[in-house]
């Protein structure tokens, strides 16, 4: 795997494809910069190299290029966080691009303007991306969250630095840490797989049965798991069409030995609401009109159990609906056991949307190993695919 320490950079322009896809408010303002802090390592390696950094990236998904979608409300963000002034160029490959990209020097930074103003860059184009190829020396691919799209600056420009492409610091590490579990995890390997449906999350399933030892089953989902065994759920979440789908995950985990935790008992409430009634009720017994929306004190207890035998744990989806305060109690204990398990040297990777969203919420995020940083990109790479970004470096 080719990473920024195969190369030197000094007098090199390294074009880096980054995630600067951050989130705006009404004025233009970042809200949230992680994804630019999350990109800091690499360019900061590159230049005090002596090497210099054009950044690409896109901005939401503009129709036609516009003020809204423009990455210059973002040039001072970037300037403050890196601690140096980032020029920007309001096309990301014309005339005035090439001359700017050109003209750069050791230590400074070029931000190229949204490439999704280009459709080509979503279609994928070769003449395209070879237009931006011709703009540096080293071709670093750090955008994570768009690795599994076959888009112009994320996959299809590599084949033009044969030889001269690499990860940058961050994809590396999303690799390395699904590869820490998936592939080279020490045993016992608990995955907890939570989040609203079954349907989201059965490829999943399906490609890590043979790699894990425990799974723990959470969130809506369980209704499914619970009412395909005959059991009572109420008004709990479920999809009919799942309940043999749900039956055969059972049965295909049983035949690999691996042990899963469906929850025993559930809060329920007869509303889905923070004000609502609550109740604890055995999982397979809910009462017509109340639903199930959190794991049990029992079930607490039990996953407390499973995550603090573990060595490998791969965190996937809330147990409850974490963000109503009556039914964030699971996610909860179930983060504070990770960062435990953590602590006691257990290597955990909490990733794709909302339960790293949970993990943030509850301050558990630098206390567990890894929080991934791509939502769609993880979940392509825990079901097993290849992302078409990793693939075009690794070729
Ligand atoms: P996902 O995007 O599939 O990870 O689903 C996350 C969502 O599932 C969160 O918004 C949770 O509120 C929701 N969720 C978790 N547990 C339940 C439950 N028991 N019933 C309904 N929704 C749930």
Same mark, same amino acid.
Request: net charge negative; with cysteine.
């Given at each position: ?31 949230? *910069? ?8 690499? /360019?900061?390696?590159?230049? %005090?190299?002596?090497?210099? !950094? ?16 423009? #990455? ?46 280009? $459709? ?5 184009? $070769? ?7 011709? #703009? ?19 996959? /299809? ?8 492409? !690499? ?26 797989? &939570?989040?609203? $449906? ?19 089953? &959470? ?19 479920? %999809? ?11 049965? %295909?985990?049983?035949? $690999? ?23 604890? !009720? ?19 207890? *039990? ?40 602590? %006691? ?7 794709? &949307? ?38 075009? /470096? #690794?070729?």
């Amino acid at each position: 795997m080719k990473t920024l320490s195969n190369f030197n950079f000094e007098n090199k322009k390294a074009l880096i494809r980054v995630d600067f896809n951050v989130p705006l408010n009404e004025e233009l303002e970042v809200t949230d *910069a992680t994804r630019i802090i999350a990109a800091k390592p690499t /360019i900061i390696h590159i230049l %005090e190299q002596g090497g210099s !950094c054009i950044l690409m990236s896109h901005l939401g998904r503009p129709k036609k290029p516009g003020n809204k979608f423009s #990455l210059k409300h973002i040039v001072q963000t970037i300037s403050d966080i890196l601690g140096v002034q980032v020029k920007f160029s309001a096309d990301c490959c014309d005339e005035t691009a090439q001359e700017m990209a050109s003209n750069l020097q050791p230590g400074e930074i070029l931000l190229l303007e949204n490439l999704r103003y280009h $459709k080509e860059e979503m279609a994928g184009d $070769k003449d395209f991306a070879e237009k931006l190829a011709a #703009l540096g020396d080293i071709y670093v691919n750090d955008a994570f969250g768009t690795a599994h799209r076959a888009h112009a600056s994320t996959a /299809i420009i590599a084949q033009f630095f044969p030889d001269n492409k !690499c990860f940058g610091l961050l994809l590396a590490k999303e690799i390395e840490s699904v590869n820490k579990v998936l592939r080279d995890g020490e045993s016992p390997i608990t995955a907890i797989l &939570g989040g609203a $449906k079954v349907s989201s999350k059965i490829t999943i399933i399906e490609n890590i049965l043979d790699k894990i030892d425990n799974l723990i089953i &959470g969130g809506g989902m369980i209704f499914t798991f619970i009412k395909a065994q005959g059991g009572k759920i109420g008004n709990s979440l479920v %999809e009919d069409d799942k309940l043999k789908l749900a039956l055969q995950i059972l049965a %295909e985990a049983k035949k $690999k030995n691996v042990q899963v935790l469906i929850p025993t008992d559930v809060i329920i409430a007869d509303g889905f609401a923070e004000d609502a009634s609550t109740q604890i !009720c055995p999982t397979d017994q809910i009462p017509d009109e109340w639903a199930g929306l959190d794991i049990g004190p029992e079930t607490q207890a *039990a996953v407390k159990q499973m995550v603090l035998a573990s060595k490998t744990i791969l965190w996937n989806g809330p147990l409850g609906v974490f963000e109503m305060e009556p039914f964030a109690g699971g996610t909860i204990a179930l983060g504070e056991a990770v960062v435990q398990a953590t602590k %006691e040297g257990c290597f955990s990777l909490v990733g794709g &949307g909302d339960s790293v969203a949970a993990v943030k919420m509850f301050g558990f995020a630098d206390k567990v190993s890894y929080v991934s940083t791509g939502g769609g990109a993880m979940l392509e790479m825990l079901e097993g695919k290849t992302l078409p970004g990793v693939a075009a /470096i #690794l070729n």
